[in-house]
């Protein structure tokens, strides 16, 4: 029986602060074949952060152009800032055989499931809103506005779980990152994914 020639696509969603960077961060440590894909944004860097790494910083016109000269695979605006996925990298590597895994919002996560139905869509959340807003607020980054904005949009966000295929609660890093492994093998097992002659 073949391998499956094409990677998965996965895409990770949930609100802000619900632990989506550690978690990918964390997968893609330990799994070889998985690949981050960086967004571009037109968000400040955060201390820390490393361009090419944690995201490409760009300025509002570049990221015009990347949208005018079809680079991205999808886009939104967050909070005032814009986000998007280069396109490229994402069908180059799963084209590949890597599998390749987004960490976007939910309206990005709906133009890919437009486009990558075959996508493995996880809506990650906390275990709580106090929780949450803990985590927000410990990070240290955002202004006391722009906590509260984002609260606002966790609450909205976690109506959309409905139209993902599965939720892990980041309770605890390594238990949710243990369920994000487990769906992936199962996903890789799937007969639809896989040429099943003998
Ligand atoms: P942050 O500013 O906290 O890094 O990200 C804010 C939100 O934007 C998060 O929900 C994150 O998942 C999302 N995001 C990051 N990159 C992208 C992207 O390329 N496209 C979309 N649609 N959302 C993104």
């Known amino acids: 029986m073949e391998e499956n020639k094409q990677g998965l ?47 490409y910083f760009v300025s509002r016109e570049r990221f015009s152009e990347l949208i ?3 680079q991205l695979l999808e886009h939104a605006e967050f909070c005032g800032s814009f986000y998007g996925t280069p396109q490229a990298a994402v069908e180059q590597a799963v084209n590949q055989g890597k599998d390749v895994i987004l960490e976007i919002e939910i309206r990005g996560a709906e133009q890919i499931r437009q486009k990558f139905p075959q996508g493995v869509f996880i809506f990650i959340v906390p275990p709580s809103l106090e929780e949450l807003k803990a985590r927000i607020k410990k990070r240290g980054t955002e202004t006391e506005d722009k906590i509260r904005q984002r609260l606002d949009k966790a609450t909205d966000e976690l109506h959309y779980v409905s139209e993902y295929d599965y939720v892990v609660v980041n309770d605890q890093v390594q238990t949710a990152v243990e369920k994000l492994k487990a769906i992936i093998t199962a996903e890789k097992c799937k007969v639809k994914r896989r040429s099943v002659e003998f």
Request: net charge positive.
């Open 68 to 70: 005018r000269q079809n």
């Open 9 to 55: 696509l996965i895409v990770l969603s949930g609100p802000s602060g619900a632990g989506k960077g550690t978690l990918c961060k964390e997968l893609t440590r330990t799994l070889p074949n998985l690949q981050y894909s960086v967004s571009a944004t037109t968000r400040d860097p955060r201390p820390g952060e490393t361009e090419g790494k944690d995201y």
